[in-house]
């Protein structure tokens, strides 16, 4: 199985702020990841898929990098609407496994 | 706009049985590649089953294979999981989500959830 492994567990950060966050596989994945929110209470919401593509409706401030082992959510002036949890999912193969997510907490 | 509404969840003892339903609207439900994601609480997501569109393919985490059984009624736009021999660890909010489709071809990616069902695992 693929593990996946995000980092740091949380970051605070400010309305404005540039925030990085990465996600490490087990073994090489090419571009088969995704990065999800997700905010108390409710339902995971995709974000980007195959690594750098932008879902729909998702603002241009949340970019996405990396291929094969190590990759990158990047959200750029921090909105407050962005405090949440992320998770990072391989779809290389299955199991389809999710990283541990990294809370972005408000400092 | 694609919806998913999830059904069935509640309280059971260990040993228990429980039959989760997922119906969706919104979208030509058979197209589409089908999964079941949990969280238990206060930790994060765990993949749990995929079924194809018209139920040729399934997948399950080891967690839960053999005990666990996916299935779908692409005449009622619904998708089911039944889940057996229930323990402490199934314990969760278990979501139901649509796989994205591309060019004829499946992106085992999640882009449309249902709000979740609750499943208390205790006696």
């Known amino acids: 199985d693929i593990q996946m492994t995000q980092s740091p567990s949380s970051v605070s950060a400010s309305v404005g702020d540039r925030v990085t966050i990465s996600c490490r596989a087990t073994q090489g994945i090419s571009s088969w990841l995704a990065w999800y929110q997700q905010k108390p209470g409710k339902a995971p919401k995709l974000l980007i898929y195959?690594?750098?593509t932008l879902q729909s409706g998702v603002p241009s401030r949340f970019s996405g990098s990396g291929s094969g082992t190590d990759f990158t959510l990047t959200i750029s002036n921090l909105q407050p609407e962005d405090f949440a949890t992320y998770y990072c999912q391989q779809a290389n193969s299955f199991p389809l496994t999710f990283g541990g997510g990294t809370k972005v907490e408000i400092k | 706009e694609a919806q998913l509404l999830e059904s069935g969840g509640g309280l059971v003892q260990p040993g228990g049985s429980l039959r989760l339903s997922c119906v969706d609207s919104g979208f030509t439900f058979s197209s589409y590649a089908m999964s079941w994601v949990r969280q238990a609480p206060g930790k994060g997501l765990e993949w749990v089953s995929t079924?194809?569109?018209?139920?040729?393919?399934?997948y399950y985490a080891d967690s839960v294979r053999g005990r666990f059984t996916i299935s779908r009624d692409n005449s009622k736009n619904t998708m089911y999981l039944q889940m057996n021999s229930l323990r402490g660890e199934d314990t969760a909010i278990y979501y139901c989500?649509?796989?994205?489709?591309?060019?004829?071809?499946?992106?085992?990616?999640?882009?449309?959830w249902g709000k979740g069902t609750t499943v208390t695992v205790s006696s």
């Open positions: 079924i194809s569109g018209y139920g040729s393919s399934i």
């Open positions: 195959t690594a750098s």
């Open positions: 989500a649509k796989v994205i489709l591309r060019q004829g071809s499946y992106y085992y990616y999640m882009d449309v």
